[in-house]
């Protein structure tokens, strides 16, 4: 689990972020590491760091996984496509029978928008991308 502060200097301002990489069928390695630029010249990662918006944070090896992401109560509001999305009732998922209420999965791009962080104060702070 990597904590991500955004209330930084250039930050998104979505408060603390919680990043949770999940391994998935054939994944053998999380390296966790950053770069600025696709994925040339990755550093590790250090407390402390400057992670950059849209910037690739860690590498799997090989295949795909998925990321989680959770925010602060009151410092994230979602797309409504994602909202309405969510509470479908014509679909059904294997969360929907355990969790009791409709749960549709969303697939989402890299980088496509999901919504916008609200500041301390409840002002819209700026773009939070998928």
Not at 17 to 28: P, R, S, T
Not at 99 to 118: H, M, N, Q, W
């Amino acid at each position: 689990v990597t904590i991500i502060d955004t209330d930084v200097e250039n930050g998104t301002g979505a408060g603390l972020v919680a990043l949770i990489e999940v391994v998935a069928l054939m994944i053998g390695d999380i390296v966790q590491c950053y770069s600025r630029a696709i994925y040339e010249d990755p550093v590790p990662v250090r407390p402390g760091m400057f992670v950059k918006k849209g910037c690739p944070k860690s590498l799997y090896r090989p295949g795909s996984s998925t990321d989680i992401l959770l925010f602060q109560p009151g410092r994230m509001t979602f797309c409504d496509d994602l909202q309405r999305n969510v509470c479908r009732r014509d679909v059904q998922s294997r969360f929907s029978s355990r969790f009791s209420v409709p749960l549709a999965e969303t697939d989402i791009k890299v980088r496509a928008t999901v919504g916008r962080a609200e500041s301390r104060d409840g002002h819209q702070a700026g773009n939070a991308e998928r």
